[in-house]
Protein backbone atom coordinates (compact mmCIF):
# COMPACT_ATOMS: atom_id res chain seq x y z
CA UNK A 1 0.00 0.00 0.00
CA UNK A 2 2.64 2.34 -0.02
CA UNK A 3 2.84 3.47 -3.30
CA UNK A 4 -1.15 4.41 -2.93
CA UNK A 5 0.11 6.78 0.11
CA UNK A 6 3.16 8.19 -1.85
CA UNK A 7 0.40 9.06 -5.00
CA UNK A 8 -1.60 11.04 -2.76
CA UNK A 9 0.40 13.61 -2.31
CA UNK A 10 0.82 14.36 -6.32
CA UNK A 11 -1.48 17.00 -7.04
CA UNK A 12 -2.38 17.81 -10.94
CA UNK A 13 -2.35 21.60 -12.34
CA UNK A 14 -5.95 22.10 -12.82
CA UNK A 15 -6.44 20.61 -9.51
CA UNK A 16 -6.84 23.78 -8.14
CA UNK A 17 -10.50 25.40 -8.26
CA UNK A 18 -8.53 28.67 -7.24
CA UNK A 19 -7.76 29.98 -10.77
CA UNK A 20 -10.29 27.98 -12.50
CA UNK A 21 -11.40 30.22 -15.61
CA UNK A 22 -14.05 29.48 -18.53
CA UNK A 23 -11.34 29.39 -21.09
CA UNK A 24 -13.60 28.20 -24.42
CA UNK A 25 -16.67 26.77 -25.29
CA UNK A 26 -18.55 25.53 -28.54
CA UNK A 27 -21.92 23.37 -29.45
CA UNK A 28 -21.22 20.13 -29.47
CA UNK A 29 -24.07 17.25 -31.07
CA UNK A 30 -24.45 14.06 -29.73
CA UNK A 31 -26.37 10.97 -30.45
CA UNK A 32 -28.49 12.57 -26.97
CA UNK A 33 -28.88 15.99 -28.36
CA UNK A 34 -26.91 19.16 -28.71
CA UNK A 35 -24.28 20.37 -26.18
CA UNK A 36 -22.90 23.45 -25.41
CA UNK A 37 -19.00 22.35 -23.65
CA UNK A 38 -17.04 24.34 -21.98
CA UNK A 39 -13.84 24.05 -20.81
CA UNK A 40 -12.23 25.36 -17.66
CA UNK A 41 -8.54 25.54 -16.32
CA UNK A 42 -6.61 28.19 -14.74
CA UNK A 43 -4.66 28.74 -18.52
CA UNK A 44 -5.85 27.93 -21.71
CA UNK A 45 -2.38 26.51 -22.43
CA UNK A 46 -3.85 23.56 -20.07
CA UNK A 47 -4.40 20.41 -22.12
CA UNK A 48 -6.49 18.45 -19.34
CA UNK A 49 -9.25 21.04 -18.61
CA UNK A 50 -12.19 20.21 -16.77
CA UNK A 51 -15.55 20.53 -19.30
CA UNK A 52 -18.86 21.09 -18.40
CA UNK A 53 -21.71 19.87 -21.17
CA UNK A 54 -24.70 21.68 -20.78
CA UNK A 55 -27.63 21.10 -22.95
CA UNK A 56 -28.29 23.18 -25.39
CA UNK A 57 -32.18 23.63 -24.03
CA UNK A 58 -30.74 24.48 -20.12
CA UNK A 59 -32.38 27.41 -19.06
CA UNK A 60 -30.65 29.46 -16.51
CA UNK A 61 -31.81 30.09 -13.32
CA UNK A 62 -33.59 27.05 -13.26
CA UNK A 63 -32.57 24.37 -10.94
CA UNK A 64 -30.37 21.74 -12.97
CA UNK A 65 -30.23 17.86 -12.97
CA UNK A 66 -26.79 17.93 -13.03
CA UNK A 67 -24.06 15.03 -12.95
CA UNK A 68 -20.35 15.35 -11.53
CA UNK A 69 -18.67 12.93 -13.09
CA UNK A 70 -14.90 12.30 -12.21
CA UNK A 71 -12.91 10.76 -15.56
CA UNK A 72 -12.20 7.10 -15.55
CA UNK A 73 -10.68 6.95 -19.31
CA UNK A 74 -11.01 2.99 -18.77
CA UNK A 75 -14.60 2.58 -18.09
CA UNK A 76 -15.79 5.89 -19.85
CA UNK A 77 -14.11 5.45 -23.47
CA UNK A 78 -13.54 2.17 -23.30
CA UNK A 79 -16.74 0.37 -21.63
CA UNK A 80 -14.09 -1.07 -19.08
CA UNK A 81 -15.87 -3.34 -16.76
CA UNK A 82 -14.04 -3.11 -13.76
CA UNK A 83 -15.80 -0.49 -12.78
CA UNK A 84 -18.96 1.11 -13.27
CA UNK A 85 -17.90 4.85 -14.31
CA UNK A 86 -18.81 4.13 -18.08
CA UNK A 87 -22.70 3.15 -17.62
CA UNK A 88 -23.13 5.69 -14.94
CA UNK A 89 -21.53 8.58 -17.53
CA UNK A 90 -24.10 6.83 -20.19
CA UNK A 91 -27.12 6.83 -17.74
CA UNK A 92 -26.38 10.22 -16.39
CA UNK A 93 -26.00 11.81 -20.31
CA UNK A 94 -29.11 10.01 -21.15
CA UNK A 95 -31.38 11.39 -18.59
CA UNK A 96 -29.40 14.91 -18.49
CA UNK A 97 -30.45 14.96 -22.26
CA UNK A 98 -33.72 14.39 -21.48
CA UNK A 99 -34.05 17.14 -18.69
CA UNK A 100 -31.91 19.37 -20.34
CA UNK A 101 -29.38 19.85 -17.62
CA UNK A 102 -25.60 19.71 -17.35
CA UNK A 103 -22.80 17.26 -16.88
CA UNK A 104 -19.84 18.27 -15.37
CA UNK A 105 -16.78 16.30 -16.15
CA UNK A 106 -13.61 16.47 -13.76
CA UNK A 107 -9.99 15.43 -15.39
CA UNK A 108 -8.70 13.70 -12.38
CA UNK A 109 -8.54 10.02 -13.11
CA UNK A 110 -7.76 8.61 -10.31
CA UNK A 111 -7.64 11.34 -8.24
CA UNK A 112 -4.85 13.04 -10.28
CA UNK A 113 -2.71 10.17 -9.85
CA UNK A 114 -3.49 8.97 -13.55
CA UNK A 115 -4.02 6.19 -15.76
CA UNK A 116 -0.68 5.25 -15.34
CA UNK A 117 -0.99 4.40 -11.63
CA UNK A 118 -4.36 3.29 -12.23
CA UNK A 119 -3.16 0.74 -14.92
CA UNK A 120 -0.24 -0.64 -12.80
CA UNK A 121 -3.09 -0.90 -9.43
CA UNK A 122 -4.89 -3.15 -11.87
CA UNK A 123 -2.14 -5.31 -12.47
CA UNK A 124 -1.71 -5.89 -8.59
CA UNK A 125 -4.86 -6.37 -8.38
CA UNK A 126 -5.02 -9.19 -11.07
CA UNK A 127 -1.60 -10.21 -9.14
CA UNK A 128 -4.18 -10.77 -5.70
CA UNK A 129 -4.33 -7.48 -4.16
CA UNK A 130 -8.02 -7.12 -5.21
CA UNK A 131 -8.38 -4.01 -2.55
CA UNK A 132 -6.45 -1.84 -4.65
CA UNK A 133 -8.50 -0.86 -7.62
CA UNK A 134 -11.22 -0.68 -5.09
CA UNK A 135 -8.99 1.53 -3.08
CA UNK A 136 -8.06 3.99 -6.38
CA UNK A 137 -11.97 4.36 -7.35
CA UNK A 138 -13.33 5.05 -3.92
CA UNK A 139 -10.30 7.48 -3.21
CA UNK A 140 -11.33 9.30 -6.48
CA UNK A 141 -14.76 9.79 -4.78
CA UNK A 142 -14.34 10.92 -1.52
CA UNK A 143 -12.07 13.29 -2.18
CA UNK A 144 -13.14 16.33 -1.59
CA UNK A 145 -11.31 18.57 -4.05
CA UNK A 146 -13.62 17.95 -6.72
CA UNK A 147 -16.38 19.40 -5.48
CA UNK A 148 -14.52 22.67 -5.33
CA UNK A 149 -13.75 22.69 -8.85
CA UNK A 150 -17.62 21.57 -9.32
CA UNK A 151 -18.43 24.77 -7.61
CA UNK A 152 -16.59 26.94 -9.37
CA UNK A 153 -18.07 25.76 -12.20
CA UNK A 154 -21.52 25.91 -10.90
CA UNK A 155 -21.00 29.31 -9.79
CA UNK A 156 -19.30 30.39 -13.63
CA UNK A 157 -22.60 29.01 -15.13
CA UNK A 158 -25.22 30.72 -13.06
CA UNK A 159 -26.65 27.33 -11.26
CA UNK A 160 -27.05 27.85 -7.67
CA UNK A 161 -29.88 24.86 -7.17
CA UNK A 162 -29.66 21.73 -8.68
CA UNK A 163 -30.80 17.97 -8.35
CA UNK A 164 -28.08 15.85 -7.96
CA UNK A 165 -27.48 12.66 -10.18
CA UNK A 166 -25.64 10.19 -7.65
CA UNK A 167 -25.84 6.79 -5.68
CA UNK A 168 -23.18 8.69 -3.61
CA UNK A 169 -24.14 10.34 -0.05
CA UNK A 170 -20.73 11.99 0.42
CA UNK A 171 -21.08 13.94 -2.79
CA UNK A 172 -24.58 15.12 -1.27
CA UNK A 173 -22.88 16.22 1.76
CA UNK A 174 -19.51 17.48 0.50
CA UNK A 175 -21.86 19.94 -1.86
CA UNK A 176 -24.49 20.75 0.71
CA UNK A 177 -21.65 22.62 2.43
CA UNK A 178 -20.99 24.80 -0.67
CA UNK A 179 -23.49 27.69 -2.10
CA UNK A 180 -25.11 25.13 -4.46
CA UNK A 181 -28.22 23.87 -2.99
CA UNK A 182 -29.33 20.62 -3.52
CA UNK A 183 -32.91 20.13 -3.77
CA UNK A 184 -32.80 16.37 -4.46
CA UNK A 185 -31.02 13.39 -4.97
CA UNK A 186 -31.76 11.29 -8.47
CA UNK A 187 -29.94 7.85 -8.29
CA UNK A 188 -28.86 6.17 -10.87
CA UNK A 189 -29.65 2.79 -11.87
CA UNK A 190 -27.08 0.10 -12.47
CA UNK A 191 -27.59 -3.46 -13.17
CA UNK A 192 -24.20 -5.20 -12.10
CA UNK A 193 -22.17 -7.49 -14.11
CA UNK A 194 -19.88 -10.03 -13.36
CA UNK A 195 -16.67 -8.30 -13.97
CA UNK A 196 -17.62 -5.69 -11.66
CA UNK A 197 -19.94 -6.82 -9.38
CA UNK A 198 -17.68 -6.99 -6.07
CA UNK A 199 -16.44 -3.66 -6.70
CA UNK A 200 -20.05 -2.56 -6.69
CA UNK A 201 -19.89 -4.43 -3.50
CA UNK A 202 -17.40 -2.42 -1.86
CA UNK A 203 -18.97 0.74 -2.60
CA UNK A 204 -22.01 -0.34 -1.20
CA UNK A 205 -21.07 -1.92 2.10
CA UNK A 206 -17.84 0.26 2.90
CA UNK A 207 -18.57 3.14 1.08
CA UNK A 208 -22.50 3.53 1.71
CA UNK A 209 -23.93 4.18 -1.44
CA UNK A 210 -26.99 3.50 -2.23
CA UNK A 211 -28.46 1.17 -4.84
CA UNK A 212 -29.71 -2.08 -4.60
CA UNK A 213 -27.35 -4.66 -6.45
CA UNK A 214 -29.58 -7.25 -6.97
CA UNK A 215 -32.67 -5.50 -8.66
ZN1 LIG B 1 -13.97 3.62 -13.42
Redesign the pocket.
Known sequence: MEWLTKTETITHPSMSEMDLERQAEAIIPTPWGNFRMLAYAASEAEWMPHLALVHEDYKAGQPALVRVHSE?I??DLFS?K??D?GEQLHYAIEMIAREKGILLYLRQEGRGIGIINKLKAYQLQDQGLNTIDANL?LGLEVDARQYGIAVAMLADLGVSQIRLLTNNPEKVSALDLSEVEIIARVPIIISPQKDNASYLKTKQQQMGHLFDLFE
Open positions: CTGSRCCH
